[in-house]
């Protein structure tokens, strides 16, 4: 056969010999191709595999071509004498892929010399066990794969050297077993060295060293590998390590152990002496797990993955463990009892349970739960020593070359079960905890949220009844939304629905929706939501708790560390570590970095504690704060987004905020927290009974109006402006009502209700001027312009738009000026004066570009870009639409990325170049769908209307142009009378 007298080797460099000549394996490209076939075992690879295995992320354009040079020099020096025409035998290609088949690998030898350590060992036979790792650890010639590159390779070199280091862990305990700990010692110094971090070797240094009489050296390892360990990871040593440390300072005499043995695996009278032996001190089959549920429901990808995770019980990476965390009410105990049962079959050994009452008093000490566990292994209680851990140590013995599942349920911290976890491989253990547990050594961290909304609505069934909810689905989903998907939430509704045959699910929804009364509607005997959450609540700490009830107040969806310090009046690190305790606790989520959130019943049962301790004083002065933080935020945001603008130097803004970096920052800033301020808004408007405390809520409006620009909050816009007027006639507050009826306005506008948003800016001109407030006065002139021109009231728009040129220039604000000159120029266009259009746009394009000013600078452009597209300089105007395209897009400026879209494919309809008119119609035209925008969407499919007629494509044409002319009658835009006279041209010359 071809592969007779091939060897190959990976432990070391990845070299190859043929009948004991070494083979020239070539580049190191060529030796990593061969490396993953050899440790592929004989299993086919694909090259897409293979190239990503030796190039990842820097693959050059002509990876597969290279690869196949590779592949085929490969099976030139494998294989020399075969014929070109004939096929490989060795380096075959098996479909698409390939594959190497071989026999002879030193890594293969290597392995099966620590299998067969593994069975003598298992026999009995320490000594033979030992020489044959020493045989196997032999194979190893260095750094494995050396010479090999890429990602597969980085990856299995850690594999391998882990692997190795494991079993010359193995191996030390063999000789340690057989007595040779003075020979060891010298060894494990020099392991310890290369690995300070293994805990395992340094173990077995601590061991060696006492042994040989060297307590103080031992106790010396302990001390160095502690603090290596506090350095290094921010941990304090394992279990191993620390019960081993106690034992030597007792001087305990199990650590002096006679020498083993070699035993005769096979000899009939060890047998009948082990077999006696065993009969003599068998152990108790422990089965305390409580009862399961019998309706179980949904966590079907949970369940499986904590199988698999519960099923590593041999793993090198020691006992594994689960540790899931989460709110009260959330179901940890019951999927941790569901799980343990369904893993019966991996632990044939028996389960042990403990409910160790974390959230309570009176918490379970680990002494008495570990003396719990030994009276269920058969300790008799006057044989269980005193010690927290002598008994650690002594349970862990019995565990050793056992399989037991371990629950510990309702933990309160990573110090409470430390000392119950087992110690050996075969044994894992299951932790459920309000906590994170994150310091918990070697624990899979499971955060379990609530149900999806599909589970909670079986969940919901399988309590209530199939029949009932079937009929009712709809208002199932709404009780069970109610319900946060809260599993105990939903099982105790649906436990009351059960019990009262009369009732129907609608009739609970009503129930539920009064936020006064709901935790008061989800209990039922002894279960209770509110009950549940009040223990978490109970643990804090006095200022854990005061975050807990002021962090409700506000209405947002979400808070940040910088808003939260600002409710609490606390420094900002404070803030964060509080916030990060609560997390913890399972009392807040954070969804995303810097951000916090309640759970609605949490959030519901925060409020009434806070209704109950805090004065009414104290939570109006957080909400205060709140306000106040937001408003320099916005006010920052506002400065940067408008330069120039006077707006900022006219609020009223009491306390600090947050800076930004850029424009694109604030603007950023404010779409991320849209939510957040506008529920803050509303709170204020519904609370404040004078001027003074609408003023901060109404400056606020104002400050966010460079939000209305990203156009994904309209309807927000709409409902606080109006929330906050209201409230301002009510209270009789004139200065909250300009600024309430400035922001309308803009809205309005937006919406293309021109006549509504011209009466709106008119009453804040009549306002601002009466009251001699300048704050948008500026501003409303310039929106006075801008909505007489859209309506094609040409002169009066230059009226209005020299008025607010003489008060920009009255308090030197190039800025404004630069905007009014920008702005006016479609007007002059309108009267057929193209020259003084073009020079008013290209003056305010200098003035901004003069002042620095990105946001200026691009709408500047974009109205030069449109006069000059009218005028026919359509190159200019494309460039210029270009410029102004990409600040705002940058920016998420998405209202104006749309109208740019539009712009630009007018243009391009006037160049005859349809197919970029139609895509970039196309675009402004989803964005328009996307963020709400209806004359927005009506501007888009007219441009897109008359792109398509221009390709040629006349039904999709006259599709469009109709969608828009009825967007624009809906709207009473003006823009309809020249539309509906174009389709009819169009419709005419097609019929």
Known sequence: MAGEGLRFAVLGPVRAWRDGDEIDLGTPLQRSILAMLLLREGRAITPTEMIDAVWGEEAPPRALGALRTYVSRLRTVLEPDRSPRSRPELLTS????????????????FERGVQEAETLRKKGSAGAAAESLRAALALWEGEPLAGAVGPYAEHQRDRLVERRITTVELLMDLDLELGRHAAVVSELIALTADHPL???????????????????????????????????????????????????????????????????????????????????????????????????????????????????????????????????????????????????????DGQLYVDLRGVTDEAIAPESALGAFLRALGIPPDVIPEGLPERAALYRSLLADRRILVLLDNARDSR????????????????????????????????????????????????????????????????????????????????????????????????????????????????????????????????QARAFRLLSLPNGPDISIGAAAAVLSSPTLETEDLLESLVDASLLEAPAPGRYRFHDLLKLFARRILDKTERPQARTLALRRLLGFYLACAQSAHRLAYEGSMIPDNLVVVGSGRTFASADDAVAWLVAEGDALFAVIGQAAESCRTAEQLLPAADLLVAMEPLLESGTHAREFD??????LATARTIDDPAGELRARYVLGRVLFGANRLTESEQQFRLVLDLSTAR????????????????????????????????????????????????????????????????????????????????????????????????????????????????????????????????????LAETFIAAERFSDAVRHAEQALAVSREIGHPYGEGLSLAVLGKALHGMGNAARSVDCLRQALDIFTRLGAPEAGDLGAFLSGVVSVES
């Open 198 to 348: 293994r805990e395992r070797l340094r173990a077995q240094l601590m061991l060696a060293y006492y042994r040989c009489g060297r307590q103080g050296d031992a106790l010396a390892v302990f001390t160095d590998t502690r603090h290596a360990l506090v350095e290094e990871l921010g941990v304090e040593p394992g279990p191993e390590l620390t019960v081993l440390h106690h034992k030597i300072l007792a001087a305990d005499p199990s650590l002096m152990a006679a020498p083993i043995t070699d035993t005769v695996a096979d000899g009939p009278a060890s047998t009948a002496d082990a077999t006696e032996s065993a009969d003599e001190h068998e152990l108790p089959r422990p089965a305390q797990l409580p009862a399961a549920v019998n309706d179980f429901t949904g966590r079907r990808p949970l369940v499986a993955r904590l199988r698999t995770l519960l099923s590593a019980q041999a793993s090198a990476e020691g006992v594994p463990v689960a540790a899931i965390c989460g709110i009260g009410g959330v179901g940890k105990t019951t999927l941790a009892v569901h799980v343990a049962h369904a893993c019966d079959d991996l632990f044939p």
């Open 416 to 543: 409470q079960v430390s000392h119950l976890l087992p110690g050996s491989p075969g044994c894992a253990a299951i932790v459920t905890s309000r906590g994170k547990l994150a310091d918990l050594p070697s624990a899979k961290l499971i955060d379990l949220d609530v149900m999806e909304p599909d589970e909670a609505l079986s969940l919901f069934t399988a309590v209530a009844g199939p029949d009932r909810v079937a009929a009712e689905r709809g208002a199932a989903m709404d009780v069970v939304a109610a319900c946060g998907f809260l599993p105990l939430a939903v099982r105790i509704v649906a436990a009351r629905l059960a019990a009262r045959p009369s009732w129907t699910v609608a009739s609970l929804v009503p129930r539920l929706a009064d936020e006064q009364r709901r935790l008061d509607e989800l209990r039922v005997g002894d279960l209770a939501v509110e009950a549940t959450f009040a223990l978490g609540y109970g643990q804090l700490d006095a200022a």
């Open 719 to 724: 409902l606080a402006t109006r929330a906050v």
């Open 94 to 109: 098996v479909g698409k892929g390939y594959a190497l088949r071989t026999a002879s690998l030193d890594l293969t030898l």
């Open 772 to 903: 001699g407030e300048r704050v948008v006065m500026g501003e409303v002139l310039n929106a006075l312009a801008v909505v007489t021109g859209r309506q094609r009231r040409h002169h009066e728009a230059l009226g209005w738009f020299d008025s607010a040129t003489a008060f920009y220039r009255d308090n030197g604000v190039a800025a404004g000026e630069a905007l009014v000159l920008s702005y006016s120029a479609r007007d002059h266009l309108g009267l057929g004066k193209p020259d003084d259009a073009i020079a008013a746009a290209e003056k305010g394009l200098a003035i901004f570009t003069e002042l620095g000013s990105g946001a200026g600078t691009a709408r500047a452009r974009y109205h030069l870009g449109i006069v000059l597209s009218r005028v026919g300089r359509l190159n200019e105007a494309v460039h210029h639409h270009a410029e102004c395209l990409a600040f705002f897009r940058s920016s998420k400026q998405r209202v104006w990325e749309q109208r740019v879209c539009a712009r």
